[in-house]
């Protein structure tokens, strides 16, 4: 039995607001649903406890935090926010 592929989804990528640079990562196993996770400038990461069913709307709901919470509440050394 061959172990799943990693799957990175495009829609995976980098937003620069106010100075400070967050890593949207959109990925999968072949045979699971997407997960989300945001990545700061440090390495440290936000990852979503749940998984979406496309990657599109994982990419949607990264987006919607962006804009209701700010880039700098993924920053992981500041203010820790749980998704």
Known sequence: MNDPQLI???LSRTIREDGIE???EIYKLEITD???EIVDGAGGST???RLFP???AA???AMKAIHEEGVRAFLVDETPVLH
């Open 8 to 10: 990175h989804s495009a």
């Open 22 to 24: 967050i890593r949207i």
């Open 34 to 36: 997407w997960s989300l």
């Open 47 to 49: 990852v979503w406890d």
């Open 54 to 56: 496309t990657d599109q």
């Open 59 to 61: 990419f949607d709901e």
